[in-house]
């Protein structure tokens, strides 16, 4: 008897482990781990999906054991979805960050495959096979479940996938729909008797007679035949008339970067890069699963790096990761991947449709893409033969991922390195304090390229007090900015202009009352966008009119204040009227595409000013760009986050290595209400390694990160009381628990305590050792489970990259 391991779609904490069940005769073999099944669950038997991690073949002592198991019902899956390093790693990553591992498996898998879907299976033209021309007379795609095939059948089917007779493809019923054209398939069998029935004149009907008849078992693209002579919508509607065709539907293959790119030669390195590079590929060939990591300068050239060390994998048949933050806000990095690998290369983002990712992650898992450039989910991508991973711009935030399960893109990237025996490349102009400590420690391999390409010093960098009134024109633009800005104009460069914060005012004030539109559902006042005339909450997309009077005491005087990248766009259109400014931003790249278009539009010189928030300061490479305005610097300083300081530092350092990267030297204006603080200092001097010893010794007194450990529970209720009271019941079940030496920070509530009508608690757990801390939050993560039917939301936080 064979018996496999099923962790099923339920998450609770007794079903974290995996079910056994008894597979029937036909699919013993074909069974295998990784494939997705569907069984009977519960009292009820009802039909869920489940993830098969272990086959056991052969079990006869267990078999009078199993006489009670269940029979598992179908198999969803032709060919294993998660192979076995990674169903490995769903364990670790379940216990690591204490969630289910049903959601560490989703989480792997592209969203087509959590979502609602339909399995397909259709056979690859030509049909030959007698048992495919029978089962499929159409040759249409039919689900594969139990209603069309039984389990011998689909025994079979595994057979022909294996021999490339069949396909599969997942139909996605809400969401994502795989991208279809409408097609028409042939139902003549007898193709001369049709050509006499039609007139001799009518070349249309002629013309889509020919086509059938040399594809009589192909759908063909309706699309592609109305471009032909004759073929009128008319003319095909006339052959379904007759039944000599019937309207169908095939899948297209998305491609999401259709501009042909141009390929490039690798660079002659610089004799920082060149030390960089030997360094990591000796560990590529020895497959030392080295930390490298590679602190360079902004401009230093650590793309080159990436892709030289990426070569080297290649060259010994392995594969390449890159992971970059957000990679829809770097098109220039992909651009720069392709043009160097072509078509090997996958990319995955989140600016892709759930289709287009779906068909790049076939292309990984099927072996076709050997190199991968993409977001923090990437980091997942099924590449069976690991050479090298990279992570550019390391310290980025959105590294972590915010949702169950919490992990760290960082983590994953050096447990898979241990896996394949491959290095990793952490790249970072401002890498964060934990990994540069780490490689204090040599715990990491540092690498440095202190140098900007071309020996270009790196751009001066002006700070600006804006306390000083008399120094500012309108609320934002300093006499400083604006001068520079007319030079540069003047000269045919370019500047980029940083403001991090959306919209155009971020608070409406009424002056008689005091009172403070806010948002319903959260805690924290509505911007105003002109763009949509409405007032938005940034936290839960509440939209509602701009109020005329004050909603509180039908006061007139109402005062918008704080200003968002809308406003200042349309303050520095008037101050510089001649000046063509392009605004970059959530709301102005919601649209596909949008995002690169902005960025071309640029690249080709069709405007002067580039003004965003925060996704203009990384990774853009523009020529031309010899000014950096930092409009309000002060924008991240003020949250209450230990990491405040390390986010403005990043951020400033980032931007201000946008300006002077080519010949032209480059020029950066920081405006600031705090002139005195030692990040913007620090950041004016663009002296990274100075900021790390005088944050160590803050984040030493302070007893946080990296000196200390940090795991944060978040309690939620829909009453405040009750939010209270349960984080209060958590907190002493941990100080109960935990070791001795074990910091308890709070409860206390969230910095914004209500959002989308919930309340939040946070605790923060505090430690350097703590063997008991695992089995107590693994209590919280089993207590949480049964809370949730009561209202209220536990989350564990290991590492916490915010505190909002
Ligand atoms: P970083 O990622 O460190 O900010 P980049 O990789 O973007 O730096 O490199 C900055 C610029 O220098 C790019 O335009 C890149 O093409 C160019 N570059 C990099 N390495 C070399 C080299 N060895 N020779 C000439 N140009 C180079
Ligand atoms: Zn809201």
Same mark, same amino acid.
């Given at each position: 008897?064979?018996?496999?391991?099923?962790?099923?779609?339920?998450?609770?904490?007794?079903?974290?482990?995996?079910?056994?069940?008894?597979?029937?005769?036909?699919?013993?073999?074909?069974?295998?781990?990784?494939?997705?099944?569907?069984?009977?669950?519960?009292?009820?038997?009802?039909?869920?999906?489940?993830?098969?991690?272990?086959?056991?073949?052969?079990?006869?002592?267990?078999?009078?054991?199993? *006489?009670?198991?269940?029979?598992?019902?179908?198999?969803?899956?032709?060919?294993?979805?998660?192979?076995?390093?990674?169903?490995?790693?769903?364990?670790?990553?379940?216990?690591?960050?204490?969630?289910?591992?049903?959601?560490?498996?989703?989480?792997?898998?592209? +969203?087509?495959?959590?979502?609602?879907?339909?399995?397909?299976?259709?056979?690859?033209?030509?049909?030959?096979?007698?048992?495919?021309?029978?089962?499929?007379?159409?040759?249409?795609?039919?689900?594969?479940?139990?209603?069309?095939?039984?389990?011998?059948?689909?025994?079979?089917?595994?057979?022909?996938?294996?021999?490339?007779?069949?396909?599969?493809?997942?139909?996605?019923?809400?969401?994502?729909? #795989?991208?279809?054209?409408?097609?028409?398939?042939?139902?003549?069998?007898?193709? =001369?008797?049709?050509?006499?029935?039609?007139?001799?004149?009518?070349?249309?009907?002629?013309?889509?007679? +020919?086509?059938?008849?040399?594809?009589?078992?192909?759908?063909?693209?309706?699309?592609?035949?109305?471009?032909? %002579?004759?073929?009128?919508?008319?003319?095909?509607?006339?052959? @379904?008339?007759?039944?000599?065709? *019937?309207?169908?539907?095939?899948?297209?293959?998305?491609?999401?970067?259709?501009?042909?790119?141009?390929?490039?030669?690798?660079?002659?390195?610089?004799?920082?890069?060149?030390?960089?590079?030997?360094?990591?590929?000796?560990?590529?060939?020895?497959?030392?699963?080295?930390?490298?990591?590679?602190?360079?300068?902004?401009?230093?050239?650590?793309?080159?790096?990436?892709?030289?060390?990426?070569?080297?994998?290649?060259?010994?048949? =392995?594969?390449?990761?890159?992971?970059?933050?957000?990679?829809?806000? *770097?098109?220039?990095?992909?651009?720069?991947?392709?043009?160097?690998?072509?078509?090997?290369?996958?990319?995955?983002?989140?600016?892709?449709?759930?289709?287009?990712?779906?068909?790049?992650?076939?292309?990984?898992?099927?072996?076709?893409?050997?190199?991968?450039?993409?977001?923090?989910?990437?980091?997942?991508?099924?590449?069976?033969?690991?050479?090298?991973?990279?992570?550019?711009?390391?310290?980025?935030?959105?590294?972590?991922?915010?949702?169950?399960?919490?992990?760290?893109?960082?983590?994953?990237?050096?447990?898979?390195?241990?896996?394949?025996?491959?290095?990793?490349?952490?790249?970072?102009? *401002?890498?964060?304090?934990?990994?540069?400590?780490?490689?204090?420690?040599?715990?990491?391999? &540092?690498?440095?390229?202190?140098?900007?390409?071309?020996?270009?010093?790196?751009?001066?960098?002006?700070?600006?007090?804006?306390?000083?009134?008399?120094?500012?024109?309108?609320?934002?633009?300093?006499?400083?900015? &604006?001068?520079?800005?007319?030079?540069?104009?003047?000269?045919?460069?370019?500047?980029?202009?940083?403001?991090?914060?959306?919209?155009?005012?971020?608070?409406?004030?009424?002056?008689?009352?005091?009172?403070?539109?806010?948002?319903?559902? /959260?805690?924290?006042?509505?911007?105003?966008?002109?763009?949509?005339?409405?007032?938005?909450?940034?936290?839960?997309?509440?939209?509602?009119?701009?109020?005329?009077?004050?909603?509180? /005491?039908?006061?007139?005087?109402?005062?918008?204040?704080?200003?968002?990248?809308?406003?200042? %766009?349309?303050?520095?259109?008037?101050?510089?009227?001649?000046?063509?400014?392009?605004?970059?931003?959530?709301?102005?790249?919601?649209?596909?595409?949008?995002?690169?278009?902005?960025?071309?539009?640029?690249?080709?010189?069709?405007?002067?000013?580039?003004?965003?928030?925060?996704?203009?300061?990384?990774?853009?490479?523009?020529?031309?760009?010899?000014?950096?305005?930092?409009?309000?610097?002060?924008?991240?300083? =003020? &949250? #209450?986050?230990?990491?405040?300081?390390?986010?403005?530092?990043?951020?400033? %350092?980032?931007?201000?290595?946008?300006?002077?990267?080519?010949?032209?030297?480059?020029?950066?204006?920081?405006?600031?209400?705090?002139? @005195?603080?030692?990040?913007?200092?620090?950041?004016?001097?663009?002296?990274? =390694?100075?900021?790390?010893?005088?944050?160590?010794?803050?984040?030493?007194?302070?007893?946080?990160?990296?000196?200390?450990?940090?795991?944060?529970?978040?309690?939620?209720?829909?009453?405040?009381?009750?939010?209270?009271?349960?984080?209060?019941?958590?907190?002493?079940?941990?100080?109960?628990?935990?070791?001795?030496?074990?910091?308890?920070?709070?409860?206390?509530?969230?910095?914004?305590?209500?959002?989308?009508?919930?309340?939040?608690?946070?605790?923060?757990?505090?430690?350097?050792?703590?063997?008991?801390?695992?089995?107590?939050? +693994?209590?919280?993560?089993?207590?949480?489970?049964? @809370?949730?039917?009561?209202?209220?939301?536990?989350?564990?936080?290991?590492? #916490?990259?915010?505190?909002?």
């Amino acid at each position: 008897m064979t018996i496999a391991e099923i962790i099923v779609d339920v998450p609770t904490m007794q079903t974290n482990l995996p079910y056994s069940y008894v597979v029937p005769k036909e699919l013993e073999t074909k069974i295998q781990p990784g494939m997705r099944v569907v069984v009977p669950f519960g009292k009820g038997n009802r039909k869920v999906e489940g993830f098969v991690v272990k086959v056991d073949h052969d079990t006869e002592k267990a078999a009078t054991a199993t *006489t009670q198991l269940k029979s598992l019902t179908s198999l969803m899956d032709l060919h294993p979805v998660v192979n076995t390093e990674l169903l490995k790693l769903s364990q670790w990553l379940a216990e690591t960050t204490y969630s289910f591992r049903i959601s560490c498996l989703l989480t792997m898998l592209p +969203n087509v495959m959590k979502a609602k879907y339909q399995t397909l299976v259709v056979p690859v033209a030509p049909v030959t096979d007698p048992w495919l021309l029978d089962h499929f007379p159409h040759q249409d795609a039919i689900p594969l479940d139990q209603d069309h095939f039984s389990n011998q059948e689909l025994a079979r089917l595994t057979e022909l996938r294996k021999q490339g007779q069949v396909q599969i493809q997942y139909q996605v019923h809400n969401q994502a729909k #795989p991208k279809t054209e409408l097609a028409v398939l042939n139902q003549i069998q007898d193709f =001369e008797r049709c050509r006499e029935s039609i007139r001799k004149n009518a070349t249309g009907q002629l013309a889509l007679l +020919n086509q059938l008849e040399r594809h009589p078992k192909t759908p063909l693209q309706q699309r592609t035949l109305v471009k032909q %002579t004759g073929i009128s919508p008319a003319v095909i509607k006339n052959f @379904e008339n007759r039944g000599w065709i *019937t309207k169908t539907t095939v899948e297209k293959y998305r491609n999401p970067e259709q501009h042909p790119i141009a390929r490039d030669q690798p660079k002659r390195l610089t004799t920082d890069q060149q030390h960089a590079v030997s360094t990591i590929n000796a560990a590529v060939t020895d497959q030392q699963p080295t930390t490298f990591l590679l602190e360079g300068v902004t401009g230093s050239g650590k793309t080159e790096v990436y892709l030289q060390t990426i070569q080297r994998a290649l060259d010994q048949d =392995e594969q390449a990761l890159m992971l970059v933050p957000e990679i829809a806000l *770097t098109p220039q990095m992909v651009t720069r991947v392709k043009r160097r690998f072509g078509d090997q290369v996958a990319i995955l983002h989140s600016g892709l449709s759930n289709g287009e990712k779906y068909d790049e992650w076939r292309r990984i898992n099927e072996g076709t893409a050997q190199v991968v450039v993409g977001a923090r989910s990437a980091i997942f991508a099924p590449l069976q033969n690991l050479g090298l991973i990279i992570l550019d711009e390391e310290h980025d935030p959105s590294y972590k991922q915010s949702d169950n399960p919490r992990y760290h893109t960082r983590d994953i990237a050096l447990w898979r390195a241990q896996y394949h025996h491959c290095p990793v490349i952490l790249g970072s102009a *401002t890498p964060s304090l934990e990994s540069r400590a780490r490689a204090e420690k040599d715990v990491y391999h &540092l690498l440095r390229l202190p140098e900007r390409i071309n020996g270009q010093q790196l751009p001066e960098i002006q700070v600006v007090d804006m306390t000083n009134a008399l120094e500012r024109t309108g609320d934002l633009f300093s006499n400083e900015l &604006l001068q520079a800005l007319q030079a540069t104009i003047d000269r045919h460069e370019q500047a980029v202009l940083l403001l991090n914060r959306r919209g155009f005012s971020s608070f409406m004030l009424c002056r008689d009352c005091g009172y403070v539109l806010k948002c319903p559902h /959260c805690d924290i006042s509505l911007t105003m966008h002109l763009d949509s005339h409405t007032m938005k909450c940034h936290y839960c997309g509440y939209e509602t009119a701009i109020p005329t009077e004050c909603p509180h /005491c039908h006061g007139h005087h109402i005062r918008y204040f704080g200003t968002g990248t809308e406003k200042a %766009t349309q303050q520095l259109q008037q101050l510089l009227p001649q000046t063509r400014i392009l605004r970059m931003d959530v709301d102005t790249t919601r649209k596909k595409g949008a995002h690169r278009r902005i960025l071309q539009q640029f690249g080709a010189h069709q405007a002067d000013i580039l003004l965003g928030t925060q996704m203009i300061a990384k990774g853009l490479d523009f020529p031309d760009v010899t000014l950096v305005g930092v409009l309000n610097a002060d924008t991240g300083l =003020e &949250l #209450p986050d230990f990491r405040a300081s390390e986010r403005t530092f990043d951020l400033l %350092t980032q931007v201000a290595g946008r300006a002077g990267r080519a010949e032209k030297a480059g020029q950066v204006i920081i405006q600031t209400f705090n002139p @005195e603080h030692y990040a913007i200092q620090l950041a004016q001097r663009q002296d990274y =390694e100075a900021f790390f010893h005088r944050e160590m010794q803050l984040r030493h007194l302070a007893g946080y990160s990296p000196y200390f450990y940090t795991v944060l529970v978040t309690v939620s209720a829909l009453k405040e009381k009750e939010a209270a009271a349960e984080a209060g019941r958590v907190s002493s079940l941990l100080h109960d628990n935990v070791a001795q030496t074990t910091e308890i920070l709070g409860p206390t509530p969230r910095p914004i305590a209500r959002i989308k009508n919930r309340y939040y608690y946070q605790i923060i757990v505090k430690y350097k050792h703590d063997r008991q801390l695992p089995a107590a939050l +693994n209590r919280i993560q089993a207590i949480s489970q049964k @809370e949730v039917r009561k209202g209220f939301r536990i989350a564990i936080d290991v590492e #916490p990259q915010s505190f909002m």
